[in-house]
């Protein structure tokens, strides 16, 4: 579930008067260890002034290092990828650092969103809700077709890295052209 505060900022945000040279934003993407959650990925790609300026991609050991079979094949990620890897508390500090009062934006955010702020109450830690921007919600398209459409490659879907730059990529050819509502 979106937020009240991401619900009204995403709704406030004019897509159509904002030039790519002034926005600035963080676009992120987690893969899930189980159906429940468990961060077990984090991609994170820094726009700044319209330009892709920074990608990492983090590996998070989900609790209890567990992973539901049907995860693995979709992303490739497994207990042994994770089970050195610092926990979402251990990393939170860092992240937080990184994305508080930053713009979020992600394909299908809520997603990211709820995957994060289960494994945040988990480790007994605040909820995490930033100003956001939803490209599928924008599009109301897949993250491939998306790509195919503004001719993106997404050369590693699944891998959250890849996802967040596409991402990223999609908001910007979005705002590039100045389309309202695209028919992709």
């Excluded at 002034?22 to 319209?50: R, S, W, Y």
């Excluded at 990620?77 to 939170?92: D, F, H, N, S, Y």
Aim: aromatic letters at 8%; one cysteine or more; a negative charge.
């Amino acid at each position: 579930q979106i937020t009240q505060n991401q619900h009204k900022f995403c709704n406030n945000f004019s897509m159509n008067n904002t030039k790519t040279d002034k926005i600035n934003f963080i676009a992120i993407d987690v893969e899930t260890a189980t159906h429940n959650g468990g961060v077990c990925q984090i991609g994170m790609v820094t726009v700044q002034a319209g330009k892709i300026v920074d990608l990492e991609c983090l590996y998070v050991m989900p609790p209890d290092n567990k992973y539901d079979l049907k995860n693995v094949r979709i992303h490739g990620i497994t207990p042994e990828k994770t089970m050195l890897a610092p926990t979402l508390q251990e990393r939170w500090p860092y992240l937080i650092g990184k994305l508080e009062g930053r713009i979020i934006v992600g394909h299908n955010i809520a997603f990211d969103l709820n995957a994060i702020n289960r494994d945040l109450e988990y480790y007994n830690l605040p909820e995490f809700d930033p100003e956001c921007i939803c490209t599928y919600s924008l599009l109301n398209a897949s993250l491939t077709d998306c790509c195919k459409y503004y001719n993106i490659d997404i050369h590693t879907h699944h891998d959250a890295a890849c996802d967040a730059e596409a991402c990223a990529k999609i908001l910007l050819a979005y705002l590039e052209r100045g389309e309202d509502k695209p028919e992709i």
